[in-house]
Structures are given as C-alpha cells and as structure tokens.
C-alpha cells in the first residue's frame, strides 16, 4: 500500500478503519491503561517540595537518584498521616497510579504513608533536631526553675494507662497536690495535635497551673513519635507554665525533653520532682524550731552572764551616791544663811534711800501729771470727729458704721447714713455701683502727745 499523502484537507486513507481520536479520548484511554495496569502500588522515595494548599490538599514528588514521580494526597487522607511530612524524608508512600489529564503527566493518589525504616526516622528527626535547635528553642537560658510548692498541677497524659496512676500515687505519697488532668491520646494519628492544644489551652485554664507534666510510657521510636512533632516542640517552648516533660524511659529521648524546662527520665520521677517530700518539710521546721530555741536561750545566757561580768565591777550605791548627797546637803546649810544675808542688804540699802524721800515732792509730781492730763482731754476733745456736727456739718457712714470719706465709697455702698448733732437720717443713693470704689484706709488715731516725766521715786538732790 502507498503511503497517503498530505493535503490540504484530512482524506480517510484507503483501508484504515480507525477514526482520528480526540485528545480527551486519548487521555482518557491512557488514563484508563495506566490505573488498569498498575492498580495500587507501594513506592519508596525521598519527599521534595511539599505543599500543603489551601483546599488541605497536599502536593510534592517522589524521586531517587535515577527518576522522579508526582503524588498527591488528598485531604482526606491528610489528616490520617501518622507523621507530618516534610522535604527530605525518605518514605514508602502507597497508593494508586493515575494520570492528570489537563497535565498531560500521571502521578501516584496517596492515602498512606510510613518512614522507611529506622535509619530514615532517625534522619528526619535528627534534621528536625538541627532545625529546631538553630531557632533557639533548646537553649539553656530559656530553661526556668520549677516552683518549690506548686498549689496546682497540670498532666497531659493518657487517661487509662499506668502514667496517671503513678503520678496520682506518687504526689498523694510525697505531698498531696491539687491535680488537674488533661486527657489525650499520646500516640496514632491526631495525637501531637490533640497534646499542642492541651499545652496551650492550660495556660487559660482556670485555676491555672503553677506546673505541668507532659507524660507517657515507653514505647518504640514510632510510638514515642508524637513527641518529636514540631508543634508539640513549639508549644512546649512556647508555655508559659514551666514544664517537665516525662515521656517513655530514661533511655528514650524525644524533642519535647530539649523544649521541656526540665527532663524527668520517668513519669514517676516527674511527680518527684514536681513536689518536695511533706514530712521531710516538717521535719526541718522542726529543726529549724529546734535551733532558734537552742540560739534565743544562747543569747539569754551569754547576755546573763555579761551583765554579772559586768555588774561585779560597778562600784556600790552608796560610793557612787555619797559626794552628791554631802554636796547636797552642804548647799541646805548654807542657804537660810544666804537668805538672811540679802535680807539685811535690802534693809540697809532701804534704810539708806528712805530719808531722801520727800512728801511734798511727790505731790508736786502728781500736780504737773495731772496738768498734762487734763490738756491731753481737751485736745482731744477738739479733734473728735463729731465735734464739727455742731457747726452744720454731718458725717456720712455706711450702714454697718464706717465713715466714708469719697464720693466713690457712697455710690457703692448705695444705703448710707448721715449723722447730724441731734442724729441720724438713712438714705439712698442713686446710680450706686458705677465707678468702682477706692480702697478704705484706716487711720490711726494719733496717741496725744505726752511728754516723759521723771520717776515717782527719782530723789532729787
């Protein structure tokens, strides 16, 4: 047969009975080939460029060091991963094989998912080790002390297993402590996001924790895995209760101990840690009792016997006493005498001063006081104030009495009085309270003028 040749239009060749396909059928064809060959298969290879999006649908490839294959899982599938995926983890993904047309490429629907093999845990745990730790999340200086007495514990732990028991047993033994428990499921799928939450809703429980213990048994790596998840390092470091993280043995180590404040190798040993022994409290309040009893009776005698150390060499009452009372009584001898001396000064100075007193001295003195007094009255007199009422004169005042001397003083106070010789008349003043008054200044009378006069007793030669 001669090959057809190409035209212009598309002509059925001669004997070819199978019609041009369409590229939807094409792709639906290979489609179906590819899911009807391989069915489910299980892959293993290294995760690179994982993407969560938004829908909660997850995107990344599979590959080795020869080939390479996209993979999806869906949400639903998501959730049930037992670990949170990331790039360079090597996994063993199951599923089944298909093609995405609007690609043109076929990729591998994930619903399952597992490390492979320990060697390939121990990798990603020790990269998430490296990451974590460069962020600063294990650093020594973030770790806090433990409260000494805490009045509130809080246990994120499994309800049912043998954890809580020890713990609850253990406190109850050492000191019995208020215990708030926080069930979670320490293992399987959901399990570090359900003991995230507990640590963070803790720190808005009420009453709040002064401590909390993070606690399960011990289990193999995959067991224990939960506590390697970053959001359960992240909320561990980030609680602002101090925590003690108490997971599997003492030979088991997860990333929750470097977040923790402090490791205890067993949940038991937490519950130790958490809390001193009750009665090794009371025994050293007793001691200490004990000591400041034995120190103030030390004091008393060591004061006791300082005090008659030194009391001995005072000297006696008597020889301290003694100068003071004959000095004492010297002075009450000596006084009556001393009285009577100045006695008799006083009567002889007196005796000597008598004869020089004079009567009609005297009398004159009273005479000429009496002058100046009576010239004093009728001084004043003449400057009374009322004095020139008499002559037609009247002296303006307020109601309350005080005399007014400006015109400005009777307009503001509006109700004045006018004091006549034969008295009094009230009136009123219009136009009150224009101009503002001028301050009134009291004066002081003018004391009379008194000349010095000698002393009654001044004795003249």
């Not at 829908?55 to 020869?66: A, E, I, N, P, V």
């Not at 640590?199 to 193999?220: H, M, N, T, W, Y």
């Not at 300082?306 to 100068?323: F, K």
Request: include cysteine; hydrophobic fraction near 40%; charged fraction near 25%.
């Amino acid at each position: 047969m001669e090959p057809a040749t190409s035209g212009l239009l598309a002509q059925p060749s001669p004997g070819d009975n199978s019609p041009p396909l369409t590229v939807g059928e094409l792709a639906g064809a290979v489609k179906r080939a590819v899911e009807s060959g391989f069915g489910r298969v299980r892959v293993r290879g290294e995760i690179s460029g994982w993407k969560r999006h938004s829908s909660g649908h997850c995107y990344f490839t599979l590959k080795d060091d020869s080939a390479c294959i996209d993979a999806v899982v869906w949400r639903a599938s998501a959730g049930g991963l037992a670990f949170r995926p990331e790039d360079g983890a090597e996994v063993i993904a199951s599923g089944k094989m298909t093609t995405y047309p609007g690609r043109s490429k076929y990729q591998i629907v994930v619903d399952r998912m597992e490390l492979a093999g320990e060697g390939a845990l121990m990798a990603l745990l020790d990269k998430r080790r490296r990451v974590l730790a460069a962020e600063g999340l294990f650093d020594s200086a973030r770790k806090r002390r433990l409260p000494f007495l805490p009045r509130v514990i809080g246990v994120v732990t499994s309800p049912t297993g043998a954890v809580i028991r020890d713990i609850l047993h253990r406190l109850e033994d050492r000191c019995p402590t208020h215990v708030v428990v926080w069930p979670v499921p320490v293992q399987g799928e959901g399990a570090a996001g359900k003991i995230a939450a507990a640590i963070r809703g803790f720190a808005e429980f009420s009453p709040r924790p002064d401590l909390l213990i993070v606690a399960r048994g011990g289990g193999s790596i995959e067991d224990l895995w939960a506590f390697n998840e970053e959001e359960v390092v992240r909320a561990a470091a980030a609680s602002p209760i101090p925590l003690i993280s108490a997971v599997g043995h003492e030979t088991d180590t997860t990333l929750i101990d470097h977040a923790a404040d402090l490791r205890a190798p067993t949940p038991t040993a937490a519950a130790e840690l958490a809390v001193p022994v009750r009665a090794e409290l009371a025994a050293q309040l007793d001691e200490l009792m004990a000591r400041k009893r034995r120190c103030l009776a030390k004091r008393a005698d060591d004061a006791r016997e300082r005090l008659a150390l030194t009391s001995c060499r005072w000297p006696e009452p008597g020889v301290l006493l003694g100068p003071r009372r004959q000095r004492l009584d010297e002075v009450g001898d000596r006084l009556p005498r001393a009285l009577s001396a100045r006695t008799h000064k006083a009567e002889a100075a007196m005796n000597l001063i008598a004869p020089r007193l004079r009567h009609h001295l005297l009398g004159a003195k009273v005479e000429r006081l009496g002058e100046k007094l009576a010239a004093a009255w009728k001084m004043a007199e003449l400057v009374h104030p009322d004095r020139p009422l008499s002559r037609g004169f009247a002296r303006v005042t307020d109601r309350q009495g005080h005399t007014l001397i400006h015109a400005a003083q009777a307009r503001a106070a509006s109700e004045l009085t006018l004091n006549y010789a034969d008295g009094r008349v009230d009136v009123s003043v219009e136009g009150s309270g224009e101009p503002s008054p001028r301050p009134r200044v009291e004066r002081k009378p003018r004391a009379p003028y008194v000349q010095a006069q000698p002393g009654l007793f001044d004795v003249e030669d």
